[in-house]
């Protein structure tokens, strides 16, 4: 039997990039996926990646996180269509980038990326709860009513220059996992989250080899993340097999956080 056969999955930002592997992953192994983008453009865009591998199994929603009247709609139609929800993937992220310096950049462009990454996060969490898990028959084989899996990025222990909005935001998200594990966990609702580092995304096919490898030398391991193995990580924090964690954080970033510095900077 397939890890999460039968079971009805959301995730947000599933239309691109590492969200298009954790979508595959999750249809691939049984689920009824439900995937939102900002934009009926890249929602379009990512549907077309997933027919094109063959896939049926899933409902592709515009929705743009940090609007509560977009969420609500999404919601509602996975109300009509499935009738119950399982999982709750919240991979939709403004990357934050281009905003300058933290001297330059602008406030409003801090709260843009916050509107995002933390309270669009915090709204589909809400929605996700009140809506369908807090309802729900305990799940048997863990005793518990529901899964959150937020995408985090090592970021928030190991800050980037010039990304003030994107590392607060992620910041934010380690803090509001443990804060919903703990307030959740006794409802019956787990939730955990991966942090990421490196990951090969459509940014990098423009980076020279150059630059590719020297960011590689950032990685013990040598080689930055594919969306596949993201997607695994997402799996495992979702499935029956991690039912005894709560509130953790699974860095995925080859072995980045473990060193003080590069080899060729660590003298």
């Not at 743009?64 to 499935?82: G, M, P």
């Not at 990098?204 to 590719?212: A, F, G, P, Q, T």
């Not at 040598?222 to 799996?235: L, Y």
Request: net charge neutral; aromatic share 6%.
């Amino acid at each position: 039997m397939k890890r999460f056969e039968g079971k009805v999955v959301l995730v947000t930002g599933g239309n691109r990039n590492t969200g298009i592997e954790i979508s595959d992953l999750f249809i691939r192994e049984g689920a009824k996926v439900f995937l939102c983008g900002s934009t009926p453009a890249s929602t379009e865009k990512g549907e077309s990646i997933l027919r094109a591998r063959g896939h049926d199994g899933f409902t592709a929603i515009p929705c743009n996180i940090a609007d509560i009247a977009q969420v609500n709609a999404l919601f509602d139609q996975i109300e009509r269509d499935a009738g119950r929800l399982d999982i709750l993937v919240n991979n939709a992220a403004n990357q934050g980038i281009g905003h300058g310096t933290p001297l330059e950049m602008s406030p409003d462009r801090l709260l843009e990326v916050l509107q995002t990454n933390v309270i669009g996060g915090f709204q589909v969490t809400q929605q996700a709860c009140n809506r369908f898990f807090l309802k729900q028959e305990v799940n048997p084989a863990t005793g518990q009513k529901g899964v959150i899996v937020f995408l985090g990025s090592n970021v928030s222990m190991r800050a980037i220059r010039n990304r003030t909005a994107y590392v607060t935001s992620k910041g934010g998200i380690d803090a509001m996992v443990r804060s919903l594990a703990l307030d959740l966990g006794p409802l019956g609702i787990r939730v955990n989250e991966v942090a990421p580092g490196y990951i090969y995304t459509e940014r990098w096919d423009v980076l020279d080899e150059k630059i590719k490898a020297r960011r590689r030398l950032n990685c013990p391991l040598r080689k930055e993340a594919m969306g596949s193995d993201i997607a695994e990580a997402v799996a495992f924090l979702a499935s029956d097999a991690a039912r005894n964690i709560g509130g953790e954080r699974l860095v995925v970033d080859a072995g980045c956080s473990a060193q003080h510095m590069p080899e060729d900077v660590d003298f």
